[in-house]
């Protein structure tokens, strides 16, 4: 498995854990903000917005939170006024990095994801400066045990997937971003048990790192990963698991 995949599971456990101190709470109560005012406080014509309610349900997010962060959205209640911004840069060994953020002020957001880069031994860039080397897919993850690949491939592909692929024990279901919600409904019908299902930053290519700069690397991605205005952090590295394990622990 690639050391972006291997990441993005240790992301997940790691979510789990900030979900019990709330952190994960905050960060799903500003996405659902934000896709609400974008197109409405119902997830019935709103896909972005019917995604997050499932990934807040699955987090254990208090129904309250989430009524108030959608009337937030919508303007029926007053609150702080999110803006979308990335900040792409170079992490140590020629690594790739897009970093989303969903901040009320923006010159503190930059002068902290800039200071994180620098403190890290990376540097942010120029806007537009990685972006490229990354595709946005659907990406759906199903634990390969006990799952039936047969019977996965089809209700995926059926369901307008792009690819299935197993990759260390999980089985990668992409799609393009439009079609995340349809493969999600088609697999939970069929009883298809989903670790997480998420739009996000394919690598085109991967960069291998070992060694000082590849500890450097994941250093990078955890301290801009507890700033409060990141919300997502993508990079296109390829890590020893070994290193990753550690860095899970």
């Known amino acids: 498995m690639s050391g972006h995949s291997k ?24 996405e659902i903000i934000v896709a609400s005012k974008a197109g409405g406080g ?6 972005r917005l ?18 108030r962060a959608i009337q937030r959205g919508t303007g029926e209640l007053d609150g702080a006024t999110y803006d979308e911004v990335t900040y792409e840069g170079y992490a140590p060994g020629g690594v790739a990095v ?29 806007t537009g400066c990685v972006a490229y080397m990354f595709d946005q ?3 759906i993850e199903v634990p390969a045990e006990g799952a039936d690949e047969d019977a996965l491939l089809e209700a995926a592909l059926e369901a307008g997937a792009e690819d299935v692929v197993n990759e260390d024990g999980v ?10 919600e349809t493969v999600r409904e088609a697999l939970e019908t069929k009883g298809i048990a989903m670790d997480s299902a998420e739009v ?25 990963d507890n700033l409060d205005d990141v919300q997502k952090v993508y990079a296109n590295f390829d890590i020893p698991d070994s290193l990753l394990e550690q860095a899970a622990a």
Do not use: Y
């Open 200 to 224: 996000t930053m394919v690598p085109k290519s991967t960069v291998t790192v070992q060694g000082k700069e590849a500890e450097q690397v994941l250093r990078l991605m955890e301290a801009l």
């Open 42 to 47: 119902n997830p019935d014509g709103n896909p």
């Open 7 to 30: 990441w993005h599971n240790i992301r997940l456990k790691k979510n789990k854990m900030d979900a019990q101190k709330g952190k994960i709470f905050t960060r799903l109560a500003r």
């Open 137 to 139: 897919k659907g990406v």
């Open 171 to 180: 089985f990668a279901v992409t799609t393009a971003p439009h079609d995340l």
């Open 50 to 67: 019917r995604t997050l309610l499932q990934k807040a349900r699955e987090a254990g997010m208090p129904q309250d939170n989430i009524k």
């Open 98 to 126: 897009l970093v989303d953020c969903l901040t009320d002020n923006r010159n503190r957001t930059v002068s902290e994801v800039r200071s994180t880069f620098s403190k890290c031994g990376g540097n942010l860039g120029e």
